[in-house]
């Protein structure tokens, strides 16, 4: 069965410093992967997704993430994060039979220091 | 793009009532449609796939009796929290799967149950 792990909880960063929330998966073959957000009372919006090709993948944002097969990580990050970056975040996997059943990590919540 | 409805965004209910929760594609029709919960301060647990013309699968835990999955459309699926108890408070999410295949869901907006 698929998994995924996200190890931090809670990360707290100063505005301006770079970010990187980590994601480690469990599944047998390659599978869909995918960073989502979720502000305070709100819904889900995707940052960016892994199906295949570049293993570095682009998002919204200013984020990015790195597909890592070696390691089965998927750690997301970004260059200098901004106060409105402050929210929870999930990472998720999906299988390649179908990749809208999506199994969501425990979340990562992201305070930002002034 | 694709988006999907989610109706309503909240309710408010008293203990022993059901409450309906509606998941629509607006612009494309979907066969398979999944359902999540998620309890405060949680993460999103999968509870079951609502099937067009057919049962829903259940995911292992989640009683069925208690969330009825229905999927009478290609374009709607409906969950009800039926005889609610104030541990049912959540927010509810529904997802459709994107048009073209494989390609990565559609959330609804969600919403949030809350049994008083």
């Known amino acids: 069965a698929q998994s995924v792990t996200q190890p931090d909880i809670h990360i707290t960063v100063s505005e301006g410093a770079s970010l990187e929330l980590r994601c480690n998966y469990s599944y047998g073959a390659t599978p869909y992967l995918f960073w989502y957000v979720q502000s305070p009372g709100q819904g889900l919006q995707l940052l960016l997704k892994y199906f295949s090709g570049d293993t570095l993948v682009q998002g919204i944002k200013g984020f990015e993430a790195e597909f890592k097969r070696s390691q089965s990580s998927f750690n997301l990050r970004k260059p200098s994060v901004h106060w409105s970056d402050a929210a929870e975040y999930f990472c998720?996997?999906?299988?390649?039979?179908?990749?809208?059943?999506?199994?969501f990590g425990s979340g990562t919540r992201l305070s930002i220091r002034p | 793009g694709a988006v999907v409805s989610q109706h309503p965004s909240w309710v408010i209910c008293k203990s022993g009532t059901s409450v309906k929760i509606e998941c629509r594609s607006l612009d494309f029709q979907a066969t398979t449609m999944f359902w999540y919960r998620q309890f405060p301060k949680q993460s999103l647990m999968l509870m079951a796939t609502s099937n067009e013309g057919s049962k829903a699968t259940y995911e292992q835990g989640v009683e069925k009796d208690k969330f009825l999955i229905n999927h009478a459309s290609l374009t709607l699926s409906t969950l009800t929290v039926t005889s609610a108890h104030p541990e049912d408070s959540s927010f509810y999410i529904c997802?459709?799967?994107?048009?073209?295949?494989?390609?990565?869901?559609?959330f609804g907006q969600g919403t949030r149950l809350t049994v008083v």
């Open positions: 998720a996997v999906a299988s390649y039979s179908s990749a809208s059943k999506i199994i």
């Open positions: 997802s459709a799967p994107g048009r073209a295949p494989n390609t990565e869901a559609f």
